[in-house]
């Protein structure tokens, strides 16, 4: 059997920063982020996903907005959120904002549903953090139903009922590609099977291999469920350039950066130079380096862990522009064609 | 040697999970349980903690030594004390409001005045609780473990009120791989918590007397 492989980008939409070393504005960062959704296209990407963010340095709350744009000028790229935070948002929304983006795109539309390391919406929107699973449960469950087309019938304690209700615009070619975000849970996992979902694996640190536990976990789960096979996919953090030296000089002291800064808010370790190296050394999480060091890296793994599509979340917080470009044109050009011929 | 004691893992989330395994690996007889039926977890458990026994909660309560607490915070409410009662009770749990919300139970008179395992055990008044295994995350917990006398071999913390239980917890830590650190009773055990100075942190047993010392000096 021959496997159908695909590989993506993420971004959160990474306040990106000037050649003098300034930020740019918000809104110059959203435009760059479309500049690149579409270079990703002409660079030979498979998928091009934006994260829900709502802070200074990630100012991308409304994704499937830039990605309609990206729609507009684009032909066969995938195009879908990673992730949409679906616990304070309302799933109906949720799914006419991407059944629309399908409609523009002429099918090209997908979600993954998740939290990702996003707290912030919580208090913006009026949900308490300790509902979440709660949250993410019914409504994980109501989108499931969405997604399925046709009149909805639905009665929970998270948002008004449904009784019948046709939800529009209708789908019209079936269901997009729908996934659930996991972060290390087992227990997410079996809702993603149990749901119908496909299943994407946030690895942002430590040996990926540890994670091959839950793919067969998800083939297993599938199968108890009665589920079809569906497809795991791989999301983890990293940047491309010429040589493995200038993607280490560009990448790790904005990563430094960021997760101190994250840190504050959520209690991560800040990381050291010697914990960095091991996270983008061969058995860590990080795909920092030059095309052949980041493409054998993403074949070993998608291979450990069973995926079928890897989606690298390129760009940090006071990369420039020219480097984000710079990185997709890698990826597209070299990465991905290198990994295609690994995996054979 | 309290070679027989039986665990009991409360939890099949991030954590719980963690802790089997390296229980399991240690020669631990363990139980997993979650609020739910064994049914729900035996997948995960035979393909995720191999060797841990799917049960229900009271059942694997009832037959065990030392109870795993890795459930989320806020379910906490929903345990029953009294199973708990007489048993060694390792509250692995932290509050941590940044990250999954403010819980009114454990903002009694101001977060940081009080540590979440003295709400937890004056709660679990029947039984004997150690703060431990909580301020190590749970992907280092697993690939940081190593046997005792390894040169890389880091330390973790414990507390708790009953010195037979802190032994037998002591123990515990050591036997899945971390250099155990007895800080002195539950209300020590404050320092092991999140945006304290070892929180988060995998330290050398040096290391992590050094940034505790700091900290009780700090707050002199």
């Known amino acids: 059997m021959t496997l159908t492989y695909a590989f993506g980008l993420d971004t959160f939409g990474d306040r990106e920063g000037g050649a003098d070393g300034t930020p740019l504005s918000h809104a110059q960062t959203i435009r760059n982020v479309v500049e690149e959704g579409v270079f990703a296209e002409q660079s030979g990407v498979d998928f091009f996903g934006i994260g829900e963010h709502h802070t200074d340095y990630f100012p991308m709350p409304a994704g499937d907005v ?195 800064l994250v840190a504050e808010e959520r209690g991560f370790v800040i990381p050291t130079e010697a914990s960095f190296d091991a996270e983008a050394g061969p058995d860590g999480a990080l795909y920092v380096g030059s ?36 990185t997709v044109e890698l990826y597209g050009r070299e990465v991905i064609p290198r990994v295609r011929e690994l995996l054979g | 040697m309290r070679n027989k004691d039986r665990l009991a893992v409360l939890g099949a989330g991030h954590v719980g999970p963690v802790i089997a395994r390296l229980a399991i690996a240690a020669g631990y007889p363990v139980a997993i349980a979650t609020s739910g039926d064994p049914d729900d977890i035996a997948l995960i458990t035979e393909l995720v903690i191999p060797g841990a026994r799917p049960r229900w909660a009271g059942d694997a309560i009832a037959d065990a030594d030392i109870v795993v607490l890795a459930i989320p915070l806020h379910r906490f409410a929903e345990l029953d004390p009294g199973r708990l009662a007489g048993k060694i009770v390792v509250d692995a749990m932290n509050y941590w409001p940044a990250s999954d919300g403010v819980l009114t139970a454990f903002e009694d008179g101001g977060a940081s005045s009080r540590g979440s395992s003295e709400i937890v055990a004056r709660r679990l008044a029947g039984s004997a609780v150690v703060k431990a295994l909580n301020h190590i995350g749970y992907h280092e917990l697993e690939d940081r473990a190593r046997p005792a006398g390894a040169p890389d071999r880091r330390a973790a913390g414990l507390a708790g009120d009953d010195p037979a239980a802190v032994a037998a917890v002591a123990e515990l830590t050591s036997r899945l791989g971390y250099d155990p650190v007895r800080l002195g009773g539950l209300r020590a055990g404050r320092v092991l918590q999140p945006g304290g100075p070892v929180f988060g942190q995998v330290l050398t047993l040096p290391e992590f007397e050094r940034a505790v010392h700091e900290e009780a000096r700090s707050l002199r």
């Open chain 1, 291 to 326: 095309p052949e060091t980041v493409a054998n890296k993403i074949a070993a793994n998608v291979r450990a862990l069973g995926a079928t599509r890897f989606d690298l979340k390129y760009g940090l917080p006071g990369l420039t522009h020219d480097q984000l470009m710079t």
């Open chain 1, 66 to 260: 830039a990605l309609a744009a990206i729609a507009a000028r684009t032909e066969k790229i995938r195009l879908g959120s990673a992730v949409t935070v679906l616990s304070s948002d309302d799933p109906v929304r949720v799914f006419q904002r991407y059944s629309t983006l399908d409609a523009i795109s002429g099918g090209r539309a997908e979600v993954i549903l998740g939290r990702g390391s996003s707290i912030e919406s919580f208090p913006l929107f009026g949900y308490d953090l300790a509902d979440y699973e709660d949250l993410f449960d019914e409504k994980a469950t109501l989108f499931a139903e969405l997604l399925k087309g046709g009149p909805v019938t639905w009665e929970g304690k998270t948002r008004a009922a449904l009784l019948d209700q046709d939800v529009v615009p209708h789908l019209e070619s079936g269901p997009f590609p729908a996934w659930i975000g996991v972060g290390g849970n087992p227990q997410s996992v079996i809702r993603a099977a149990r749901l119908g979902f496909s299943l994407a694996l946030a690895i942002i640190g430590g040996p990926p291999s540890r994670f091959a536990a839950y793919s067969e976990l998800f083939r297993r789960a599938l199968e108890k469920f009665g589920q079809p096979p569906r497809p795991v996919l791989v999301h983890s953090p990293g940047h491309v350039a010429p040589t493995d030296e200038q993607a280490k000089a560009e990448f790790w002291p904005r990563w430094r950066q960021v997760i101190a």
